[in-house]
């Protein structure tokens, strides 16, 4: 298995322009979670996704965030529009029953 | 609400030497415990697990951790520390009463010199 992957490795962009990361989990399975990581914050969790609906999104900062499963395969995060304080490295993991399996994160770079 | 603490930022340890990377945690119901390692510019990997059964626990890389129910604390250690563990370490916990969430601690960086 490839393990989670998601894209893009690095995105730089400026502000006020949209953005998309993609996931994609580890085949079978069927917890799906999104993290950001930065200096000051550490790791936190935005929000994840059981059986591809979101279960909770209490971590997600505000309405500029969504993220979305439409199937087992498949997340998106999107910030629109995206702030110089969104700049991070966001995580996806997936899981079946025990540990999280990351993906080596996208690193955004907000301008 | 469940929480895991990693008291120090930083641990600094010369190579061949003994390493302990201190974690303890507060949950409701019994603990299922996590320590996962993050290499620069990668994404976080498992190294070990303790669900039930014997409070030491082996896992990746020469690492274990001990389980102490009475000062909930789940501590990594390592014998003989090598440059190449040199990484960013999380302790997690995860409270089955509690919908199953993995909450982290805020990481300790392991620094072991030559």
Known sequence: DAGVIQSPRHEVTEMG?????RCKPISGHNSLFW????MMRGLELLIYFNNNVPIDDSGMPEDRFSAKMPNASFSTLKIQPSEPRDSAVYFCASRSEGELFFGEGSRLTVL | AQSVAQPEDQV????????TVKCTYSVSGNPYLFWYVQYPNRGLQFLLKYITGDNLVKGSYGFEAEFNKSQTSFHLKKPSALVSDSALYFCAVRDINAGNMLTFGGGTRLMVKP
């Open chain 1, 17 to 21: 322009q949209e953005v998309t990361l």
């Open chain 1, 35 to 38: 993290y950001r990581q930065t």
């Open chain 2, 12 to 19: 600094n340890v010369a190579e061949g030497n003994p390493l």
